[in-house]
Nanobody, 123 residues
C-alpha cells in the first residue's frame, strides 16, 4: 500500500521560508516521477514542480527561482524548499507520485496523493 505523508507547512510572513517533506512508503521516490501541487479553496489544483527519475526538475513560472524540489533516496522522502514566499503562495500543498519515470504537469498523470499540508503567507 502506497502512502505519502506531507509535513512542514505553517504560517510565515512574506519573504520567509519553509521546507515541506513528503515521506513515502510502499513506493520508491528514486525510481519514479514525483511532484508538488497546490490548491486554494474554490480553485483547481495547480502543478508547482516535478522531479523525474534522473533528477531533472521542472517548475511552474510562478515559483521558478524561489522553490526547489529535491529528494533523499535513503530516507525515501521528497522535499520542497520554499523561499521568498509571497501571500499568493498561500495554499494547501500536496505531494503526488506517478508510476513512471517521466514527469507531466497534469493532475491526471499522478496516481498517489498525500493528505496535504497548509502553507499560509501573510503580508
Amino acid at each position: 500500500q502506497v502512502q505519502l505523508v506531507e509535513s512542514g507547512g505553517g504560517s510565515v510572513q512574506a519573504g520567509g521560508s519553509l521546507r515541506l517533506s513528503c515521506a513515502a512508503s510502499g513506493y520508491s521516490v528514486r525510481g519514479n516521477c514525483m511532484g508538488w501541487f497546490r490548491q486554494v479553496p474554490g480553485k483547481e489544483r495547480d502543478w508547482v514542480t516535478s522531479l523525474d527519475k534522473i533528477g531533472r526538475a521542472t517548475y511552474a513560472d510562478s515559483v521558478r527561482g524561489r522553490f526547489t524540489i529535491s529528494r533523499d533516496n535513503a530516507q525515501n522522502t521528497l522535499y520542497l524548499q520554499l523561499n521568498s514566499l509571497k501571500p499568493e503562495d498561500t495554499a494547501m500543498y500536496y505531494c503526488a507520485a506517478r508510476i513512471g519515470s517521466s514527469c507531466y504537469s497534469g493532475t491526471s498523470f499522478y496516481t498517489y496523493w498525500g493528505q496535504g499540508t497548509q502553507v499560509t503567507v501573510s503580508s
